[in-house]
């Protein structure tokens, strides 16, 4: 379910003629990536990727607005400083603010995309009041009667007073995780007014529950909550029109009658707001297998802590279907795993119904895919049309290759393994068990086991997340090792496995904490997974010493004595992690996520951080989008669609920010 993202460690690759790296600032770099086989589509299908292409920027503003609500005020303050201001641009003041622009454009908002800590800016409070005095107001985003001033009142206290709006996602236990998010899904009230509200709703059972909350701001007015709908006349309508606008031409050149319907349920969607459209829709796209494919809408709830608030997202992707065959081996034998897995039988699904999984090559990213953006997608989320009907499950292979083309060289394998033999492995085997590890985590993981009848699919709450993407995890850990695969021709050995292996170990033991600050613990779903089996697996393995941290010169490196023994201990774990979800057992969750996957170790911490601050790469990445440029015939009719690589990445956040953008 839902998304997996690249993690801190990439593996070397082949080298080639190709610009991959844009540029670098900050903890980012903006990378590009290709659409091979765009030119090899039909012309209706090109039209239909261009035309969902659209429909995949439209949104933009909408996401920007949900992470917070002063968020497009702050942007377009920036962009209009970025575009007019006449004063000193080599003054590292400026400079700091045009760094800071382009961390806000990545983020979607002033909160960092990741760690969801709110940006400090390097420029002073008295530098920016005086850089936008001195511009036109006519080029600030005012309001009707707002003047410079208190647009100024408004948006200097959210970017640099450190107590105001500190963190877009607050999910430390304790607090009111509604009042201490600065996202924008709620308004005026408290976490239990929030939970109270959609228990009310969820009071009667369904077997067939819609998504409650998916598609609305919770208010607070007059001391009567209510949800603001985000439909076409609705909170959002200008941007969601333009999304209709442009999936309804899409509509006109689906690749199937199938298709058709699949775009036209979401319109009916977004027309009426309705989740049960959502639903439908859900259901129909689940199942169409279409070569050009989509996702658009209010998706991932990774952003409200509670779960129920979908953030816009969009990716355009077309199959690549040499590198499916892969993904079909894996889902047609998608019973077998099930059936052969550790966990306890009670919660293993008997019929494992459409696991449909395949490559794909990305071609639009928009919204919450961008810049930065997943690797793996595995849609949808409600469990109920998961057991009924499938998922639809994605790697996504244009991006993890240009992560692994662009990390070539960069010195972190040497770094961060222990000896030659690691090294080897990575660079042999590394590309391929990091993707056959993502595919098993969507194709299989993701879709197996079930929740014992009555448990309810949010009783893990705040853990849930965790805890799911520990499952798929494990499921994949589990499996990567297992025979089966070099039976299958997934693996070329039975060795190569270890490569996944000691890339995941050092990542949830080691270098994934290059992502969080010092002194930080961890907060988001999937780094909490990858150190919660990293830490368990050490600490049951201690005994028979499987796994260790070994020091050498002073600095500490991950060492795995037996592999076989290691994979053990991934099953134990997917057997207990399968029985807290299938359970709901929301007390040992909350023990296990909090005793291996959030507490730090300090001083491992810091020696991490300074080792990769020595390779000078950026721990975060993410890309710009292609350009597809219509080419007409004589008669004004589109003959052709070309797609270019030669916008830079300041260049697409102004385009889109200028021709792109319906909210205010
Ligand atoms: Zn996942």
């Not at 394998?413 to 042999?428: D, G």
Request: contains cysteine; aromatic residues 10%.
């Amino acid at each position: 379910m839902g998304t997996i993202l690249m993690g801190a460690c990439q593996s070397s690759g082949e080298g080639e003629n190709f610009s991959y790296s844009v540029e670098k600032f900050a903890d980012l770099e903006i990378l590009r990536y290709r659409v091979p086989g765009f030119e090899q589509l039909t012309l209706q299908q090109k039209k239909l990727v261009y035309y969902l292409a659209q429909a995949a920027i439209e949104g933009r503003d909408v996401l920007f607005d949900q992470q917070g609500q002063h968020n497009l005020a702050i942007r377009r303050t920036l962009e209009a400083i970025y575009c007019n201001y006449a004063g000193d641009a080599t003054a590292a003041d400026y400079k700091n603010l045009v760094v800071y622009l382009k961390r806000v454009w990545f983020s979607s908002g002033i909160h960092h995309h990741y760690a969801t800590d709110k940006l400090m800016p390097d420029f002073s409070q008295a530098y920016f009041t005086e850089v936008v005095k001195s511009l036109d107001p006519s080029l600030l985003p005012l309001r009707d009667g707002q003047t410079v001033d208190s647009l100024l009142a408004t948006i200097v206290p959210v970017m640099f007073d450190p107590n105001v709006d500190a963190k877009r996602v607050n999910l430390a236990e304790g607090q009111d995780m509604i009042a201490t998010s600065a996202n924008n899904f709620y308004s005026n009230l408290t976490q239990n007014e929030a939970e109270n509200f959609y228990n009310q709703l969820k009071k009667t059972a369904s077997p067939t529950p819609v998504s409650y909350g998916l598609n609305s701001r919770l208010v607070k007015k007059d001391g009567k909550v209510a949800e603001e709908v985000w439909r076409v006349g609705g909170l959002y309508s200008e941007a969601i029109e333009k999304i209709v606008y442009w999936l309804e031409k899409a509509a006109l050149v689906a690749e199937s009658e199938g298709q058709k319907k699949v775009i036209e349920a979401l319109v009916k969607f977004y027309r009426t707001g309705n989740l049960e459209d959502f639903d439908e829709y859900s259901i129909l796209w689940t199942t169409d297998t279409a070569r050009v494919d989509f996702i658009n809408g209010f998706i991932e709830t990774y952003g409200d802590p509670l779960g129920f608030k979908g953030s816009w997202e969009s990716m355009v992707n077309f199959k690549d279907v040499e590198a499916t065959k892969r993904t079909e081996i894996i889902s047609s034998n998608a019973q077998w795993f099930e059936d052969n897995s550790p966990v306890d039988k009670r919660f293993k699904k008997e019929e494992v119904k459409g696991v449909s999984a395949k490559v794909i090559t990305a071609a639009m990213l928009g919204g919450d895919c961008y810049p930065a953006t997943p690797i793996g997608i595995n849609l949808p989320n409600a469990n109920w049309i998961r057991t009924l009907h499938g998922s639809k499950s994605v790697t996504i292979e244009n991006i993890t290759d240009a992560y692994d083309k662009a990390a070539q060289g960069n010195g972190f394998a040497r770094e961060f393994y222990w000896s030659q033999s690691e090294v080897e492995l990575m660079n042999t085997y590394g590309f391929t068990t990091s993707n056959l590890h993502t595919d098993l985590h969507e194709c299989l993981g993701h879709g197996s086991g079930k929740l014992t009848p009555g448990v309810s699919q949010g009783a893990l709450k705040a853990y849930g997340s965790a805890v799911e993407e520990a499952r798929a995890d494990l499921f994949g850990l589990y499996y990567i090792a297992d025979p089966k695969m070099v039976e299958l021709g997934l693996l070329p050995n039975d060795h190569a496995y270890k490569a996944e292996y000691i890339k995941f170990m050092t990542n949830g033991l080691l270098t994934q904490l290059v992502r969080i600050a010092p002194g930080s613990s961890l907060e988001e779903s999937h780094m909490r997974n990858r150190q919660l089996i990293a830490r368990w697996a050490l600490e049951k393995g201690a005994p028979e010493n499987v796994v260790e941290l070994k020091k050498k010169n002073g600095k500490t490196y991950v060492v795995i004595n037996d592999y076989g023994k290691l994979r053990t201990l991934f099953g134990l774990l997917l057997a207990e992690i399968q029985r807290i979800r299938s359970e709901g057992d929301y007390a040992n969750a909350r023990s296990i996520v909090e005793t291996y996957g959030v507490k730090v170790d300090t001083d491992l911490h810091n020696e991490v951080l300074a080792r990769y601050k020595k390779l000078d790469i950026a721990p975060y990445k993410g890309f710009v989008n292609p350009v597809y440029d219509i080419v007409t015939d004589e008669s004004g009719e589109i003959a052709d669609i070309k797609v270019s690589y030669t916008e830079g990445y300041a260049e697409q956040m102004l385009r889109y920010s200028k021709d792109h953008s319906w909210v205010y």
